[in-house]
């Protein structure tokens, strides 16, 4: 049996109470056995678990939320360095600063920061991590108004692979700070904080469209046009749901709701929608509509792939016939919009490359039976493959480990940068799992 001497924290090994719902991925699709999962309370913990996974030379992960699509948090037969119990918090509303500990999960951030009416923007689950989300990108309702998640990150807190607590920012350790607004999760070190620029919220519109299946042509010909250029202070996505279901599109515009009834005129002339609702409400209660429901393990295969210009015919045509093959009636493809101020930031200026496209495009599957889950993962597969014609790289938060090229497809020209960070923080390959960036 192994040695837990020298782990700090809360320490769950195989035979304690709990380790069953501790080794619990939130992708149900994944069954792993890790030896040990510490909890990390303070930074000190996690500098004892990098130290204590050096002398025992097990493979390790680090995790947050838990929510990597490919379950890359958790290993079996080695050690899981769980951050969820860094849940400092300090808000500095004046200077518009908040440092916050990498174990927030978002809805009791996102609550936290509402006391103070301030928020930044990140995405919509409730229980997504701030960690891996920032890490990799971070997209939500706020995104074309104010970017990125990781646009706002201010400086990182961080415990390298010797064991040694840095800060990186603008200013000191910039390549690092570099590549970790988009580098993604799990490469370069474990992340115990963050300094995020927050934003002053109070009161937002919001509206939701909903069309028949039959004119999903027309809502998509004309959705990608619209949806990527129209006022920064909306963001707004589409969903094309499998089976012939009705069509929806939510938006969030941080503005006035007559202002939001002008600006999707041009949508709701161009489409005529079965249905449109326009609300006034706060902040918080935006978060807890689109926060999801309550969900342990759901099994799910989920892809992504960026339009950097609009789909033609042919592709639309070949996004709906997978549509209508789909093998359960819960599929879904998903675009976000982008543009606004994701795209005022260069390409080069963070390792988030996907700057210059107009929307992203998420491909999910879901099921409840084992036996469902290879024509799902199969379905998901061909449908990314099929769109490849149209489509630009991949998201690095939708990791896929079906993608045959991921490092391109994730960073494209900002891969080499990356690699030479991981050389220069990282030149052991300490941190390394299935999809780390390559040495
Ligand atoms: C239901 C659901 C909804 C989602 N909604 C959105 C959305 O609205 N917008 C969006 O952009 N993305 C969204 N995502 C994707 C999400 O951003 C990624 O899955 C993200 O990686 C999850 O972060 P986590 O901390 O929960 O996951 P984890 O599995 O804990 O971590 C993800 C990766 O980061 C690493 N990591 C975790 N903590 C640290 C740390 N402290 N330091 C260094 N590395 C670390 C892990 O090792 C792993 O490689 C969603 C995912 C799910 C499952």
């Not at 701030?130 to 706020?142: A, E, F, P, Q, R």
């Not at 692979?161 to 988009?182: P, T």
């Not at 990527?228 to 069509?247: I, K, Y």
Request: charged letters at 20%; one cysteine or more.
């Amino acid at each position: 049996m192994v040695s837990t001497e020298g782990l700090t924290g809360r320490v769950i090994l195989q035979s304690s109470p709990g380790y069953d719902e501790a080794r619990r991925n939130f992708n149900g699709r994944f069954n792993k056995f890790p030896i040990v999962i510490v909890y990390c309370e303070v930074t000190q913990d996690v500098v004892n678990a990098i130290l204590w996974a050096h002398k025992q030379q097990l493979p390790f992960r680090m995790r947050c939320g838990g929510h990597s699509y490919e379950a890359f948090s958790n290993v079996d037969g080695g050690l899981v360095i769980d951050v969820s119990g860094l849940l400092r918090l300090e808000i500095n509303r004046e200077a518009g600063t908040a440092r916050i500990g990498a174990g927030f999960r978002l809805l009791p951030l996102y609550e936290a920061l509402w006391n103070q009416r301030v928020t930044i923007p990140g995405g919509t689950c409730r229980s997504v991590g701030v960690s891996g989300l920032t890490l990799g990108g971070g997209y939500g309702l706020l995104s074309r108004l104010m970017g990125m998640t990781c646009d706002n990150v201010l400086e990182v807190e961080m415990v390298t692979a010797q064991g040694k607590i840095i800060r990186a920012n603008d200013n000191q350790h910039r390549s690092l700070f570099w590549a970790c607004r988009g580098g993604g999760g799990g490469n370069f070190g474990v992340i115990t904080s963050f300094t995020f620029r927050v934003h002053p919220i109070e009161h937002v519109a919001r509206y939701k469209m909903t069309w028949n299946f039959a004119k999903i042509e027309n809502v998509v010909r004309y959705w990608q046009t619209w949806a990527p250029h129209t006022d920064a202070r909306l963001t707004s996505v589409l969903l094309l749901r499998a089976q012939n279901r009705d069509l929806i599109s939510n938006g969030v515009f941080v503005g006035s709701e007559q202002e939001l009834k002008q600006i999707m005129h041009p949508l709701k002339d161009a489409t005529r929608p079965k249905s449109i609702e326009f609300h006034t409400t706060n902040w918080m209660n935006v978060v807890h509509i689109f926060k999801g429901r309550q969900v342990v393990q759901e099994k799910f295969k989920n892809s992504s792939a960026f339009a950097y210009d609009p789909l033609s015919d042919e592709a639309i045509g070949i996004l709906i016939h997978n549509l209508q093959t789909a093998p359960g009636p819960t599929n879904l493809v998903v675009f976000d919009a982008y543009g606004g101020s994701i795209s005022q930031v260069p390409t080069e200026a963070t390792s988030f490359v996907h700057r210059k496209a107009l929307f992203m495009i998420q491909y999910q599957s879901y099921w409840h039976e084992d036996t469902e889950a290879d024509k799902n993962i199969r379905w998901i597969e061909k449908f990314r493959e099929s769109m490849l014609p149209y489509t630009h790289g991949a998201y690095r938060n939708y990791c896929d480990s079906k993608i045959p090229d991921w490092p391109s497809s994730y960073f494209g020209e900002n891969l080499t940068r990356l690699k030479m960070v991981k050389q220069m923080y990282d030149p052991e390959n300490f941190f390394s799992f299935e999809q780390s960036i390559p040495k």
